[in-house]
């Protein structure tokens, strides 16, 4: 018998690092996978993770200047080039070539593919992905996160032959997960395959530290008086996220110096967003700080030499967190401020009705617009310490127990157990003798 080895796993993706939502995800993951024994690399175009367990593809990153010329052309007009074409077969052949590279230094027995075979932000890495999972016995668990059928930017396309081949592909050797109830029902009618809904964690089992004094620093930097809440808006500046309503809602709470604290900058859709929430703001008499250059991975200094604060130092001491978005897949943002024990005030988009609100959390809601009671409800929060204290403290409990770092373990070795899926994920060359105690073994043919 061979030696048991642990098992070895690569997520793939565009870019794995910072806040991003995907980024976030794969954290946790990863953390979750070594906590059962599973050794992690990264294979994608830009990385914070160890280099020593990373491949960089420089033709990953969907800010690859070839890639983004690509996705201009597919999605602005119906009719393909032969060009452009061309132009995908050579960049999916290139990226095919060092993700076999990077499988094999590895010795991977599984590739976990990071949205890469959902949102067609890098079409040749999506279907490198599926060529090499066709040529290969290696076993995949795609972790969905956006489909492009959810974004209107993809509507018009020159390569819906391509996203029905790749976003997603429909091989039975892929085991699929996705973050919600509606992409379920949506993938498998498209597909005719089943998945796994998986939803957004948090490591509630181990709550985060009161804010220290650096922390605490960050409130001066960015321009508040100690007599000023600090209401955050903890989101990028996209057209989605609703920041109008945060706006709005910090405009009508009756302050003396209104003012509301975005944590992220526009991102990759362009500033033509920013521009609007910039004149909203002006015109209602709000004050926006956008406190992008302060936020960083690390604690340090930016560019400026001015303190550089983590996320997390920054939405551990917020009085209010809005989240007004119209579509999210999930809800990162939302079960962090859940995380840090921060009141939220919530616009109801589609999966918050669906997936989170059943649950039985206690927040400040709105449909689509912001009434005068739910004005009146947030004014209660920032006023009332006890009545802020039961709901945040009710929140944590609802949130352990549904959306925990124990749930999504227990959910990837329900995935492991199953013997169909094991077949699946650690690919058809190997045979797998699952151990009675840990579910973790494996002896290679």
């Known amino acids: 018998m061979a030696a048991q080895q642990p098992w070895r796993v690569g997520f793939v993706s565009t870019r794995i690092a910072g806040t991003d939502g995907v980024s976030l995800e794969v954290e946790k993951w990863s953390q979750v996978l070594s906590g059962m024994g599973v050794e992690c690399f990264y294979i994608t175009g830009q990385s914070d993770r160890p280099a020593a367990r990373t491949a960089l593809i420089e033709e990953a990153h969907f800010n690859y200047p070839p890639i983004k010329e690509i996705t201009t052309e597919a999605f602005s007009s119906e009719i393909r080039s032969e060009a452009l074409t061309n132009e995908i077969k050579n960049l999916t052949t290139r990226i095919r070539t060092q993700l076999k590279t990077a499988i094999s230094d590895f010795q991977l027995d599984a590739i976990i593919p990071e949205n890469a075979l959902t949102i067609p932000m890098n079409l040749p890495l999506g279907i490198g992905i599926v060529e090499t999972l066709q040529e290969l016995p290696i076993g995949c668990l795609a972790h969905h996160h956006d489909f492009y059928w959810e974004r209107d930017r993809y509507r018009v396309s020159s390569v819906k032959d391509l996203l029905r081949y790749a976003f997603p592909p429909a091989l039975p050797q892929i085991q699929h997960v996705v973050i919600n109830s509606l992409q379920e029902e949506e993938f498998s009618r498209r597909t005719g395959l089943s998945c796994r809904i998986i939803p957004n964690v948090m490591d509630y ?198 959306f925990s770092f124990e749930v999504l373990e227990a959910e990837l070795k329900l995935i492991i157990e199953r013997p169909q899926n094991v077949y699946r994920l650690l690919g058809r060359g190997m045979q797998v003798d699952l151990d009675a105690a840990h579910h973790k073994t494996i002896k290679r043919s």
């Open 205 to 402: 089992k181990n709550p985060p530290d009161p804010p220290d004094e650096y922390a605490m620093s960050f409130r001066k930097v960015v321009g508040l008086a100690h007599d000023e809440p600090l209401i955050l808006q903890p989101t990028r500046v996209v057209a989605r996220k609703g920041i109008e309503h945060a706006i709005e809602l910090v405009s009508r709470l009756g302050l003396k110096r209104p003012k509301l604290v975005i944590t992220h900058e526009s991102g990759d859709e362009g500033d033509l967003y920013l521009e609007r929430i910039r004149e909203y703001a002006e015109l209602l008499g709000v004050t926006l700080i956008m406190a992008g250059k302060w936020i960083g991975e690390q604690r340090g200094t930016n560019a400026e030499g001015m303190p550089r604060y983590r996320l997390s130092d920054v939405l551990c001491q917020a009085d209010l967190v809005t989240y007004p978005s119209e579509y999210e897949g999930f809800g990162n943002a939302f079960l962090e401020a859940i995380y840090h024990r921060r009141p939220v005030v919530c616009n109801r988009y589609l999966i918050y009705r669906t997936d989170i609100e059943p649950c039985g959390f206690k927040t400040v809601t709105f449909d689509g617009f912001l009434s005068h009671e739910t004005v009146l409800q947030a004014q209660r929060l920032l006023g009332d310490a006890q009545y802020r204290k039961e709901l945040v403290d009710h929140n944590y409990h609802i949130a352990s127990e549904y």
